[in-house]
C-alpha cells in the first residue's frame, strides 16, 4: 500500500507540474510565437501533431512493438528530451520552424511515451482507477489554475521566445525525471502469462524468472 501511495503521488505531481508550465507558459506562447507565425503554418503545426499521435498508436497497436519500446522507456523519454532542447535552441533562429520542429516531436515521442505510460497506470490502478483518475484531475486543474493566476499577476520575465521554448524543454525535464523515479520503483514480477507484455526494465528477449516450487 506504501508503494501504491508513492507510486501515485509521482503521477499526480507529474499532472500538476504539467499543468502549471501549460497555463503560465500557453498565454506567452501565444502572443510571443504563435502571434508571429503565418495562419497556414499553424495549420500545418496542428496537422502534425494530430496525425502523429494517430499513425504511433495505431503502430502501438502491435504487441511485439509494444512490448520493445515497453521495455526500454527511458531510453525514449531520454531521446524526447535531447530533442526537445535541440529544438527549443531553433527558437532563437527561426519561429516556424521551431514551431513544426517541436510539433514533430511532441507527436512522435510525447504521443508515445503517453502511451506507453498506460500500460503502468493499468497496471498499477486497476483496482482504485477512479480513485487515481479524480485525483489527477484535480492536480491538473489545480495546476492549471495556478499557472494561469501567476501569468494573470504579470508575473512575465519571459519575454523572449528562446526563454520560452527553454522553460518548456524545461517542463518536460522535470516531468520525465519524475517518470524515471517512478519507473525504477515498479516491482519486478515473479512470473508473468505468456500473453502479458514485459515489465518495463526486463528486455522482451529475457525470460521472466521461473515460479519457486511449492
Do not use: C
Amino acid at each position: 500500500m506504501k508503494k501504491l501511495k508513492s507510486f501515485l503521488d509521482i503521477f499526480v505531481l507529474s499532472g500538476f507540474i504539467a499543468s502549471f508550465f501549460y497555463g503560465f507558459l500557453n498565454p506567452l506562447y501565444i502572443s510571443v510565437i504563435l502571434a508571429h507565425l503565418d495562419a497556414r503554418v499553424i495549420a500545418v503545426g496542428s496537422f502534425m501533431s494530430s496525425v502523429f499521435p494517430l499513425l504511433i498508436g495505431a503502430a502501438l497497436g502491435n504487441r511485439r512493438l509494444f512490448s520493445r519500446l515497453y521495455a526500454v522507456l527511458p531510453v525514449v523519454m531520454i531521446v524526447e528530451l535531447v530533442a526537445g532542447v535541440a529544438v527549443a535552441l531553433v527558437a532563437a533562429v527561426d519561429l516556424a520552424v521551431y514551431y513544426l520542429a517541436s510539433m514533430a516531436v511532441v507527436g512522435v515521442f510525447s504521443a508515445s511515451v503517453v502511451y506507453l505510460l498506460q500500460k503502468m497506470k493499468e497496471q498499477k490502478y486497476r483496482a482504485n482507477r477512479a480513485g487515481f483518475d479524480r485525483r489527477y484531475g484535480m492536480a491538473d486543474a489545480l495546476g492549471s489554475l495556478a499557472g494561469s493566476a501567476l501569468s494573470i499577476a504579470g508575473v512575465s520575465f519571459l519575454s523572449e521566445p528562446l526563454a520560452i521554448a527553454v522553460a518548456g524543454a524545461l517542463q518536460n525535464a522535470v516531468i520525465y525525471g519524475l517518470f524515471l523515479l517512478m519507473y525504477r520503483r515498479i516491482p519486478e514480477p515473479r512470473r508473468r502469462r505468456a500473453d502479458e507484455d514485459p515489465h518495463p526494465r526486463r528486455s522482451p528477449h529475457i525470460p521472466a524468472p521461473l515460479p519457486l516450487a511449492a
